[in-house]
């Protein structure tokens, strides 16, 4: 009864989390469509959807292998590896599709957009690392914390960078994704109410004994996870390729 009280405690908070980011995100909406084009709308869209392609397989989809883990060990083992696994996918994909870049989208070129969604991609990827980290320690209030957090600097920075059109909006999408890492770090490391952690350097063997162990996640799992992350994602970026920009950002507002 104890644990089944503390894991409905945990779902309250993590959800009160949610909610709350939500509705900050929702309350800004109306602000922001009036300070920004859709064209810069486009420019986002194109961004969020290349960083949403890579983040969902760019950890190799590890993030099942710590919430299956056995121990707090292996858990920091694979948390560990997958933070260097989700660097080495974003920087590889990035440079194979700066290689095949070569249209203009909503007056930019491809080649800022394609770097801003890779980079952008790895952010996601490691809040994805952290959340399940954290939710493994049931440190929840920091997940909960973190997507409040995120939502709240993602839209004042869009606020206060709205004469920089497209690149407004960009810069508050990468700064309330990694102001919510920074937290993440700050709790993981430091403590507060969080647990403690400590993460030793990982060595190639360690890296290879990890992947190894878990090769299923990334064999099967992730492939599935890039698939379903196309279906939902190619649209705008098909849109802008086969019409105007401004079309792109109606559609996915």
Known sequence: WACRMSRLKGISVLAS?????QLVTVAATPVLTRLYTPEAFAVLALVVSTASMLAVFAHGRLTIAIAASDSEAEAQQIFATGRRLTWMVCIVAGLVLLALHGVGIAGQHTAPVIAAGCFLGGVLALLDLHAFFRNAAKAYRVSAAASVIRAITTACLQAAAALGGAVGLIV?????ALSALAFSQWALFRGGRAP???LPPVS??????????NRNYIVFSAPQALVSALGHNLPPIILAAATDPAFVGHYCG
Request: net charge positive.
């Open 204 to 213: 190639l063997a360690w890296a290879r004994e990890t992947v190894t162990a």
């Open 17 to 21: 989390g949610t909610v709350l980011a």
């Open 172 to 176: 508050g999408v990468h700064g309330g």
């Open 196 to 198: 403690k952690v400590s």
